[in-house]
Structure formats: C-alpha cells, structure tokens
C-alpha cells in the first residue's frame, strides 16, 4: 500500500501538535550527560584568555580549574577532554610526558577538585613540539614507529597523574596497541583508551590551531590524518584500533562526517562511539550567529542532536556548558 492510499487514516502531524506530544514521541534525547567538555590550560595564574576565533572558549591556568569543575558538575557534564600549551617546545614535546607538565597539574587539580570528574587527555605530540607536527620529524619525514614510544610514555604521566581515560590523537600506525602495552607494564592496565579513531585531515580544525597553538611550521597532517574522501578506509582504521585495545571509538570532525559517524555505529554496534564536534564547526554558526544570521541555540542544539541521531553515544563540544544550560 503506497503511503499515499493511507490518508487520511495515517496523519503524521497528530503527533506534532504541541510540545507534549512532541516531546513523548521523540527519538533522540539530547542531555548534558552526553557532553565531554574540551579545555585549554596554560602556565600562569589567574589566567583565563579568551580564543579570539573561538567566543566562548578560554586557554587558562591550574589555579582556575576547580572552579570549573564546580561548574561543570552544577551542569551534570560528566567529563573534560584535557589539552596543554608547555612553557616550551622542542623537537621531541618533553613536556608532554613531564611529571610537572602543564596537563598533569590540571589533572591533579581537578580531581582533587571532584574524585568524580571523568577526566581524559588527548595524547599527541603536536601542541609541545616546535615542528607543530603529531610526530617526530627527520629530514621533513613524519616519523611513525619512533613516535610510538612517545605516545606510550605520555599516556603513562597522564595516568600516574590521575587520568581517567586517554585519547591517542596523533593517528601514527599501531599507537593504540603501543600506548595499551606501555600503560599495562607501567601498572595501569584499567586505564581505557579512547581512540581518536577516524580523524580527518579537516579544515574545520583552524581555530583550534590558535586554542592549542599547534599549527605544523611546514607542510601539513595529510601524511598521517586520512583522506576526508574516504569512508572504506574509516572502517578499517577502527577495525584496527579496536583489534589493538580500543575501548571507545570516535570520529572527528563531525558534522561533515555524519555519514562516517552512522558507518561506524552500523559496523561496530557494540563499541562505545565519540564524535568530535571540532572548533571550525563550532566558530562559524558562532560567527554567523554574531552576525544575526542563525539563532545560536537553535542551531547548536540542532547540531548536536544531529550527531547523536547519527549515532555517537558522547560528544566532545565546546557548546558542552552553553547545551547544557539550554536543556535544563
């Protein structure tokens, strides 16, 4: 029977009528829980310096981080995602695997701040090295296999200073399996990895590149970062991560991947899935919202529950605190 032939009968828009039933029959529920909220802390006090491509979202010190995390649980987000700008780079980032590194102060602070706070760290050698690559160079070469090492002693600080969760980000072939073995020989074998699973060499992460001060001094990521043309090839490096010890998965960015994010639910139903809502997605409907052009609440909430309904069961967003405060 054509859908056609059931009117009168079948009349979709009685179920539209008011806010009630709309809300009864709804199929994505959107709600702070989902939210991993992402932070840029720096060296200094009493620093909170506002990203000028990112309204809204600040590089601040340790000293203000317990106010945040007050914050963060009056609003129910359970989790931050953790990135660092050291006092200094060099070629290979030491101060990313550092005791007194920037990122293992904050996750100090904040969980002395709230024991229950889920705190993750994106383990990457970008932010920390002066090449701004996610690897170590030679000759202009990203190197793969010499990074791991790297990768693995960096998620083992994160965890000896009190990490929830790590997120290997630098997409080098093997780092989950790498970082999975170096944090069960240092003893932390119940440290989840979040993989960084299907990351895109996007031009949507531009404003983050000011946020963590992290843009590559030549060439660019396409090395190692996929090919945002390719959806067969997104499978395959989750199948990967997940055959190395992944324990959740994401994809990144999101909403011009919505298409990957489904993929990835319909392939590997049984794994938790992440979704990166990144800064370029977030600063132009902030910019055109500026503009008088969108309604930002509108649009972010419409965003986000876009992601979910594409299948991502958490969403790291800048919107996390601004959402949150919209859905109570």
Known sequence: MSSFSQFPLARLR??????????????????????????????????????????????????????????????????????????????????????????????????????????????????????????????????????????GQVAVSHARAGATMVGPSAMMDGQVAAIRRALDEAGFPQIPIMAYSAKFASGFYGPFREAADSPPQFGDRSTYQMDPANNREAMREIALDVAEGADIIMVKPALPYLDIIRQARDTFPDLPLAAYNVSGEYSMLKAAARLGWLDEKRVALESLTAIKRAGADMILTYWAKDAARWLD
């Not at 010190?61 to 780079?89: C, H, N, Q, W, Y």
């Not at 290979?92 to 002395?112: C, K, S, T, W, Y």
């Not at 024991?115 to 932010?127: A, H, Q, S």
């Open 14 to 151: 009685r179920l539209r009528q008011n806010g009630g039933l709309r809300r009864l029959v709804r199929q994505t529920t959107l709600t702070p829980a989902d939210f991993i909220y992402p932070m840029f802390i720096r060296h200094g006090q009493n620093v909170r310096q506002e990203v000028s491509s990112m309204p809204g979202v600040y590089q601040q010190s340790v000293d203000t981080l317990p106010a945040e995390a007050a914050e963060l649980r009056s609003l129910g987000i359970p989790a931050v995602m953790l990135f660092g700008l050291p006092a200094e780079k060099d070629p290979v980032g030491r101060e990313n695997f550092a005791p007194d590194g920037i990122v293992q102060q904050a996750i100090r602070a904040l969980r002395q701040a709230d024991p229950d706070l889920v705190i993750m760290t994106d383990v990457c050698l970008c932010e920390y090295t002066d090449h701004g690559h996610c690897g170590l160079v030679e000759d202009g070469q990203i190197l793969n296999d010499p990074t791991l090492e790297i990768l």
